[in-house]
């Protein structure tokens, strides 16, 4: 009866144990990758974790999620650019299936930190790639992880969002015309409110005042997908205010910056000459549909 109740009780042992791993997102065991868990995640002690990810790193110990791990929790304690020194020096060591994930953060960490040059270089090879037939494997799906879960991604969904994050940085270098061009290939590939209201604001910017209204106003009559949405909608307001606001300005003035009517003629332009190029066979059918914007656009 003694040993019945000794092993009954090591039993729950182990089931509370495991069930506390389970409910903190916690590793199981006692190596330097599982001690900065515990440190960020449980002890709360973002530096501790940093601490021991770096050692986690240095002894080969689970090196792909430490690098990434050690880099969000260091954006978090605003040591982004030490984040993307680790990143930039170590992720050789990581594995070929990791290199996508960290990329990723890079891009948050350049936006983070306003290197807007290094964040859209980033962002237009990662297009390339999917272009190329490279990221996905050929195949229309691949497995993301965010949060601890996993779930699946399109190409459609990839492309539309490395094309956000990359008018994004064009809008803060007063590029519109190529913002312009790269929010109008999103809206092709994935359209939504928030890429109305994305489009709208770089046509504000220029001026042109009444393409932006059309656009709110689509929003506004919930004629495009997630014009529900609160957040969306109150942001819609807000353009449409700043919209009223700009009206009594000249509007036959020059309204941009130089920068803005310049072309990123690298990518933007350059789509023309990557539809003509040796990956014809493994082209998405997205940069078909696109191709032909470049000559909308210059006219």
């Not at 182990?14 to 069930?19: A, P, T």
């Not at 490279?134 to 996993?150: I, V």
């Not at 549909?289 to 000559?295: A, E, L, T, Y």
Request: include cysteine; aromatic fraction near 6%; charge should be neutral.
């Amino acid at each position: 009866m003694k040993n019945d109740n000794t092993n009954s009780a090591r039993s729950n042992l182990v089931k509370d144990n495991e069930l506390f791993h389970v409910i903190h997102k916690v590793p199981c065991g006692d190596t330097p990758y599982v001690k900065a868990k515990h440190a960020q995640l449980i002890e709360k002690n973002p530096e501790m974790a940093i601490v021991w990810f770096w050692k986690a790193i240095n002894t080969g110990d689970r090196v792909d999620s430490a690098l990434k791990d050690m880099a969000v929790v260091m954006k978090q304690l605003d040591r982004s650019e030490e984040a993307i020194e680790a990143i930039k020096s170590f992720r050789p060591r990581c594995s070929k299936n990791s290199q996508d994930s960290l990329d990723n953060v890079l891009i948050d960490l350049y936006k983070k930190c306003g290197r807007m040059e290094e964040q859209v270089e980033l962002l237009k090879r990662k297009l390339r790639q999917i272009y190329q037939g490279e990221a996905f494997n050929g195949k229309p799906t691949k497995t993301a992880r965010s949060h601890g879960k996993k779930f699946q991604v399109t190409v459609q969904q990839e492309i539309a969002r490395l094309l956000g994050n990359l008018g994004w940085a064009y809008m803060q270098q007063a590029k519109y015309l190529s913002a312009e061009a790269v929010y109008r290939k999103a809206q092709m590939v994935e359209p939504d409110a928030n890429k109305s209201c994305n489009l709208a604001m770089c046509l504000i910017k220029q001026g042109r005042f009444e393409e932006g209204r059309a656009l709110l106003d689509d929003v506004f009559a919930s004629r495009v997908l997630g014009a529900d949405d609160c957040r969306t909608r109150q942001r819609a307001d807000e353009l449409m205010s700043e919209l009223e606001a700009s009206l009594p300005r000249r509007l036959d003035a020059e309204m941009e910056d130089v920068l803005g009517n310049i072309l990123d003629d690298d990518f933007v332009l350059g789509l023309e000459e990557m539809t003509a190029s040796n990956y014809r066979s493994k082209r998405l059918p997205i940069f078909e549909q696109i191709s032909s914007f470049r000559n909308q656009l210059v006219c």
